[in-house]
């Protein structure tokens, strides 16, 4: 079992940037895989980008470029930088995770709101 705790949004203007933080406490074996997904009022959620036990990446297409996820395991805490944001990026974002790679993983945080509007 793993909690999980996101931090870092809020109001941004077209151009901005972000950097989310995510902070897991438990089972370090529950953080093996972590992940980043995001959803908009009326719509699904869809991953954004995620990293593997063996630090791979993967990332949703419209993000590439502008976003870098990467963790720092010492503080059990992920990220999310977010550069060049665009109003389309506006939503929930939530942190996940799980023992192995699995999307999604099984645990989920709070989420938190970033808004992206001049």
């Known amino acids: 079992q793993v909690q999980l705790v996101e931090s870092g949004g809020g109001l941004v203007q077209p151009g901005g940037s972000l950097r989310l933080s995510c902070t897991a406490s438990g089972s370090s074996a529950s953080m093996y895989f972590m992940a980043w997904y995001r959803q908009a009022p009326g719509k699904q959620r869809d991953l954004v980008a995620a990293?593997?036990?063996?630090?791979?990446?993967n990332y949703l297409d419209s993000v590439k470029g502008r976003f870098t996820i990467s963790r720092d395991n010492a503080k059990n805490t992920l990220y999310l930088q977010m550069n060049s944001l665009k109003p389309e990026d506006t939503a929930v974002y939530y942190c996940n995770s799980d023992s192995f790679n699995r999307y999604p993983g099984r645990y989920w945080g709070q989420g938190t709101q970033v808004t992206v509007s001049s």
């Open positions: 990293i593997t036990g063996s630090s791979s990446t």
